[in-house]
């Protein structure tokens, strides 16, 4: 299973970027799509998450201004952001977990969102 993230970029304080993430192979079914991100000199933190069910859970930050969505035909799980802030500037990770013949955790190869005030 390869996972294959894009979207990002260098944006202005206030300006939006969508971030869209693909999942290829052998695939039964994907239960939890999930954005992370690592910000400079911080651990690694959880954005947004969908259930295969549509239900989302966002971290407090970014509640309100990001929004998750997933295409379950097509793998695809999407993260549009609005109203970026120099805070939200990191590397973004998709994380998915995959069913082919066991469930496994996935990581995406990570984007680059860079945000100045």
């Known amino acids: 299973v390869q996972l294959q993230a894009s979207g990002g970029g260098s944006v202005q304080a206030g300006g939006s970027l969508t971030l869209s993430c693909v999942a290829s192979g052998n695939i039964v079914a994907i239960h939890r799509m999930a954005w992370y991100r690592r910000a400079p000199g911080k651990q690694r933190e959880r954005v947004a998450a969908?259930?295969?069910?549509?239900?989302?859970d966002y971290r407090d930050s970014v509640r309100g201004r990001f929004a998750i969505s997933r295409d379950n035909a097509k793998n695809m799980v999407t993260l549009q952001m609005n109203d970026l802030q120099p805070a939200d500037t990191g590397v973004y990770y998709c994380n998915v977990d995959v069913r082919t013949a066991s469930w496994t955790n996935y990581w995406g190869q990570g984007t680059l969102v860079t945000v100045s005030s």
């Open positions: 969908i259930e295969h069910s549509g239900m989302e």
